[in-house]
Each structure stands twice: as structure tokens, then as C-alpha cells.
């Protein structure tokens, strides 16, 4: 969660060794679960695909819920950034579909999950859906009390208002998206920077550089609440 990506996949590797050897085949899921989502954090999408489909044969076959919505988390995730957005969506909606009630709280997959489908719907060019689906996925980290959920969310509703065409707010949502990163000591993985640095490339070759910086410091100050509200106001939707 630090962003030391070779310590933590060192630890995981000692741990799925370990529980190999004593045979407690739901602990080596979660372990293949986590070395599979080192693996799309750090852009390497094959091996993740290969340990997240490991992961849920395995799950499947202990009967292990917990490992079995890891594993398709992983896969879903990788799939999206290898650019396969059909598996992505299937394995995305089916992880909603199969999620428990939300009455009280939702529960903590959820708001990724919803944030992750607002990826897909930008990437396909859907900005209506993806702005809809970013803000769901802030309101869900609100009710969580998540900050790597609520940042996540903000860095793709920016996403959103990039493809609709309001630069000026997308700009801003990434400002307030780096400080909530540095305020909670989230650092950016290599693929959720691939995500950010998209975005950014959009608002800053429709903006210019100038005023793109001074969107992004503006946003830097404001919290992600007012962000979420003013985003909702935008003049394209």
C-alpha cells in the first residue's frame, strides 16, 4: 500500500511458499491473489492474468468467497488495462452482481469495482456513464470512510470531465486527487500513474501547460466532497 512493490512481493512470494508446504490451499489463493495485483499495479498484466486465473481455480475449488472476488478482481483489472474492456465489464458487473446487499454499507470491493467500470465506460468513449458511474463510486467511499477508494475515483471522474470536454474541472478534480494522495501517503503505482498521466496529457493539450498547472493548484485546495459537488454541476452534463 506504500509503494514498496519488491518487499511486498518478496513477503507474499515466503508466505504462498509456506502455506504450499503446510497445505492450506485458501491462504496460497489470497497469496496468489495479491502477488496477481502487485503484477497489474506494476503494468505487468500477463502475470497478473496468470496468477488471478490460479488464484480462482483455486478459490473455487476450497469454496473460498473471499479468494474467489480477489481473484476476479485482479483479473478484472488486468483485463481493463490490457485493453480487453468486454472481459473487463463482464467480470466487473459480475462482482456487483454477486455483491451482498448495500443497504447498510457497501461492502469494501464495491467502490473500486464501480469506480473501475467508470474506466471502462471512458475508454470506450462513454462519458455520460463514466461521469455517473466516478460519482457512485465517491459516494460509496464516503459512506466507507476509504481514501484510496475516494482518490481513485477522483482521478477517473477527472477522466470523465476530460472527455466531455471540461478540461478546466478535470484539471482541477486531478489536483485535488494528487493532494488527497499525498495527504493520506497513497503514492501512484505505475498503472494508476499510466491513468493519471492519460488525463493529463488530454487537459494539458487542450488547455496549454499555464493554465493547466494553475487548474491543478486550484484543485489542490479543495476537498473532495466540493470537488465531487462542483463536478456535478458541469456545464456539459
Not at 93 to 116: C, F, G, K, N
Request: charged share 25%.
Amino acid at each position: 500500500m506504500t509503494g514498496d512493490h519488491d518487499r511486498a512481493t518478496r513477503l507474499h512470494r515466503d508466505a504462498l511458499r509456506l502455506a504450499e508446504e503446510l497445505g492450506l490451499w485458501p491462504e496460497v489463493a489470497i497469496r496468489l491473489c495479491w502477488l496477481g495485483w502487485i503484477h497489474t499495479q506494476r503494468g505487468d498484466q500477463p502475470a497478473a492474468l496468470e496468477h488471478g486465473a490460479r488464484a480462482l481455480r483455486l478459490a473455487t475449488e476450497q469454496g473460498y468467497q473471499n479468494g474467489e472476488v480477489f481473484a476476479e478482481i485482479v483479473l478484472c483489472f488486468a483485463a481493463r488495462r490490457s485493453g480487453d474492456l468486454d472481459t473487463a465489464e463482464s467480470r466487473l458487473r459480475h462482482l456487483l452482481e454477486t455483491a451482498p446487499p448495500q443497504d447498510a454499507a457497501p461492502s469494501l470491493h464495491v467502490p473500486m469495482v464501480v469506480a473501475e467500470l467508470g474506466f471502462v465506460a471512458e475508454l470506450r468513449g462513454d462519458a455520460a456513464a463514466a461521469l455517473r458511474l466516478h460519482r457512485e463510486a465517491l459516494d460509496l467511499a464516503a459512506r466507507l470512510g476509504a481514501p484510496r477508494d475516494t482518490v481513485g475515483a477522483l482521478e477517473g471522474l477527472a477522466g470523465a470531465l476530460a472527455l466531455a470536454g471540461d478540461h478546466v474541472r478535470a484539471a482541477e478534480v486531478l489536483g485535488a486527487a494528487a493532494a488527497a494522495r499525498q495527504a493520506n501517503s497513497l503514492p501512484a503505482a505505475p498503472a494508476e500513474q499510466a491513468d493519471i498521466d492519460r488525463v493529463t496529457a488530454a487537459c494539458r493539450g487542450a488547455m496549454g501547460a499555464e493554465p493547466f498547472a494553475a487548474a491543478h493548484a486550484r484543485g489542490a485546495h479543495r476537498a473532495p466532497d466540493a470537488v465531487r459537488l462542483g463536478a456535478a454541476t458541469s456545464p456539459n452534463h
